[in-house]
């Protein structure tokens, strides 16, 4: 489903990158708002060791696309690591 381009986005920061334990060659990429309350999640299947994707500092997604974060301690991991990655990097850096 494509966005309409006038719809508002919200600017979420990777904070996040793990492996899957349940399924190979999956990476999971989790985004997050700055206040670590929202998050958003990418799965990217690697169909070879040729296959190369960029995965930038940030990306803009629609708000229906975040998902809330209730654990507290996880919020403020969240807003830790998206705090770190604002400070130390442009939005379209390749990370």
């Known amino acids: 489903m494509t966005a309409d381009p006038g719809e508002e986005r919200v600017r979420v920061w990777l904070v996040e ?3 899957s334990d349940d399924e190979q060659n999956l990476i999971i990429l989790t985004y997050a708002t700055p206040d670590g309350e929202r998050y958003f999640r990418k ?3 690697l169909t070879s060791f040729t296959d190369v994707r ?3 500092a940030a990306v803009n ?3 229906d696309n975040l998902g809330a974060v209730d654990d ?3 919020r403020d991991q969240y807003a830790a690591e998206a705090q770190r990655m604002r400070d ?8």
């Open 17 to 19: 990158r793990t492996y």
């Open 43 to 45: 799965e990217r299947a």
């Open 54 to 56: 960029d995965t930038t």
């Open 61 to 63: 997604t629609v708000p």
């Open 72 to 74: 507290p301690d996880r």
């Open 88 to 95: 130390a990097h442009d939005p379209d850096d390749l990370i």
